[in-house]
């Protein structure tokens, strides 16, 4: 599962082209599998309040980040909220995109799903 949230439609934009289950994060999203999360940079370098929420209390099945960000913000706030949160919950930062990124993204990303997310099918 990719959990993600996404406000001016970068993310989503990506999800749509992994062809990888996901769902978007709403409040009070309670997940009980392994997940990698995706996520947009705010402020500056600020993790979304919504995501910060969220993985207080999902982050124990969380496998690794994703972030989106915009490098004309500079270097030192670029994708900062992937940063913040791999430090946070000591999980991997699997890509940083500039804005939707590029395939080679895409296909780093999916190998990695492949490769550490085992989905549970029932
Ligand atoms: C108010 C605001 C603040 C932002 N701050 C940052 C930032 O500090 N660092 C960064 O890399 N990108 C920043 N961005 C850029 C977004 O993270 C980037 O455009 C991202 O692709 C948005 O994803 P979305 O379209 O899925 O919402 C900011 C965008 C907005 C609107």
Redesign the pocket.
Request: charged share 15%; proline share 0%; no cysteine.
């Given at each position: 599962m990719i959990a993600?949230?996404?406000?001016?439609?970068?993310?989503?934009?990506?999800i749509s082209k992994l062809n990888l289950p996901n769902i978007e994060i709403s409040d009070g999203l309670h997940l009980k599998v392994p997940f990698l999360l995706f996520?947009?940079?705010?402020?500056?370098?600020?993790v979304p309040a919504r995501v910060s929420f969220f993985m207080k209390h999902n982050h124990p099945y969380c496998r690794g980040v994703i972030?989106?960000?915009?490098?004309?913000?500079?270097h030192d706030?670029?994708?900062?909220?992937g940063d913040k949160l791999a430090m946070e919950y000591g999980i991997p930062l699997i890509c940083k995109?500039?804005?939707?990124g590029f395939p080679q993204d895409y296909e780093k990303i999916v190998q990695f799903y492949h490769q550490y997310v085992k989905e549970v099918v029932t």
């Open positions: 993600y949230t996404s406000r001016t439609g970068n993310v989503s934009f990506v996520t947009y940079t705010d402020g500056l370098g600020d972030v989106s960000g915009n490098s004309n913000f500079g706030v670029f994708g900062m909220a995109l500039d804005l939707r």
